[in-house]
């Protein structure tokens, strides 16, 4: 790893954080993205969820949409599970496969539930501010707890921000099994692409490239550079639940699929414990600088884990 990978004097990023809207993350004076927790303002059939929307390029080039007319539970950068036991935290409709086709479930949908952030930090290379989750199932009842934790890096090549996102899953008193059941298998962490950034063009850490070729396939990460400029990296982590994991890629979306081959149960004294990276670049790098990053995320999440 280069040692220049990430700028050391911090003189532009900002964090703003609001404990009942979420926060905002700057550049000087520019917005780079915003994260809402205000669930409550959503219908319940889209199983409210944190979300990050909207999401910019250094430069000011919008990446994500909120809720597009053909799937309104998409909302930008996301964790969605398809369904969790029987409560769908994913939203829309259920895939049943004996009937080959997706069918509205009434009351089936849970709430990934905002508790607190933890206070926000502010350190030579970026910042970070954390976040407690509880998410109630269909009945409201609680059955797991979730903590993540959001830090945000200047990458001094690429003219971008590295993400550093976490995501702990503990159940509440109960095992739980995580699944995947609509025909194409997502759930996981996901992002939805507007314009003007739609018709992303995708490459992967193996050297694929097109959405219809990445889709499905296992790597460690895919980036999706924008018609109009900017690119943006999603990357799994080594010590991730089945890396590398498969992708669910579409020309609007980049997402992870950990589920993508069989379900997950976990029992009351087990957590999951996700980590990834999120680059959002100005230029479009090669993917030998790509991976270069790639192995300078990599260094810097597990030196989080070791402090």
């Given at each position: 790893?280069?040692?220049?990978?990430?700028?050391?004097?911090?003189?532009?990023?900002?964090?703003e954080v609001n404990e009942a809207d979420g926060f905002e993350?700057?550049?000087?004076?520019?917005?780079?993205?915003?994260?809402?927790?205000?669930?409550?303002?959503?219908?319940?059939?889209?199983s409210p969820k944190p979300c990050f929307h909207p999401v910019?390029?250094?430069?000011?080039?919008?990446?994500?949409?909120?809720?597009?007319?053909?799937?309104?539970?998409?909302?930008?950068?996301?964790?969605?599970?398809?369904?969790?036991?029987?409560?769908?935290?994913?939203?829309?409709?259920?895939?049943?496969?004996?009937?080959?086709?997706?069918?509205?479930?009434?009351?089936?949908?849970?709430?990934?539930?905002?508790?607190?952030?933890?206070?926000?930090?502010?350190?030579?290379?970026?910042?970070?501010?954390?976040?407690?989750?509880?998410?109630?199932?269909?009945?409201?009842?609680?059955?797991?707890?979730?903590?993540?934790?959001?830090?945000?890096?200047?990458?001094?090549?690429?003219?971008?921000?590295?993400?550093?996102?976490?995501?702990?899953?503990?159940?509440?008193?109960?095992?739980?099994?995580?699944?995947?059941?609509?025909?194409?298998?997502?759930?996981?962490?996901?992002?939805?692409?507007?314009?003007?950034?739609?018709?992303?063009?995708?490459?992967?850490?193996?050297?694929?490239?097109?959405?219809?070729?990445?889709?499905?396939?296992?790597?460690?990460?895919?980036?999706?550079?924008?018609?109009?400029?900017?690119?943006?990296?999603?990357?799994?982590?080594?010590?991730?639940?089945?890396?590398?994991?498969?992708?669910?890629?579409?020309?609007?979306?980049?997402?992870?699929?950990?589920?993508?081959?069989?379900?997950?149960?976990?029992?009351?004294?087990?957590?999951?414990?996700?980590?990834?990276?999120?680059?959002?670049?100005?230029?479009?790098?090669?993917?030998?600088?790509?991976?270069?990053?790639?192995?300078?995320?990599?260094?810097?999440?597990?030196?989080?884990?070791?402090?």
């Open positions: 790893m280069r040692s220049d990978a990430f700028k050391r004097n911090l003189s532009h990023l900002r964090l993350v700057y550049a000087d004076r520019r917005l780079l993205c915003r994260y809402n927790v205000a669930t409550d303002r959503l219908p319940r059939d889209e910019y390029t250094p430069s000011g080039g919008l990446v994500s949409e909120y809720r597009p007319d053909d799937h309104t539970w998409h909302t930008g950068l996301y964790f969605g599970w398809v369904h969790v036991n029987d409560t769908n935290f994913w939203g829309g409709s259920w895939y049943l496969p004996e009937q080959g086709e997706y069918v509205p479930v009434p009351d089936s949908h849970g709430v990934q539930r905002h508790d607190g952030f933890t206070p926000a930090a502010n350190g030579a290379s970026g910042v970070a501010v954390g976040e407690n989750l509880t998410w109630l199932d269909r009945n409201d009842r609680p059955l797991i707890t979730e903590s993540r934790r959001f830090e945000f890096l200047e990458t001094a090549r690429a003219g971008g921000c590295l993400w550093l996102i976490e995501s702990v899953i503990t159940p509440i008193g109960e095992e739980i099994t995580m699944g995947a059941s609509r025909a194409a298998r997502y759930s996981g962490l996901v992002l939805r692409m507007g314009p003007p950034f739609a018709d992303a063009f995708h490459t992967s850490g193996s050297g694929r490239s097109g959405h219809e070729t990445i889709m499905r396939t296992r790597d460690r990460w895919v980036g999706a550079a924008g018609a109009q400029g900017g690119m943006v990296v999603l990357m799994d982590h080594p010590r991730n639940l089945r890396h590398p994991v498969h992708w669910f890629t579409r020309r609007n979306l980049l997402g992870t699929g950990p589920l993508m081959e069989e379900d997950f149960t976990l029992r009351p004294t087990e957590s999951l414990h996700l980590r990834y990276g999120f680059l959002v670049l100005d230029n479009v790098p090669g993917e030998g600088e790509i991976d270069e990053l790639y192995r300078s995320y990599v260094i810097e999440s597990d030196r989080r884990d070791r402090t």
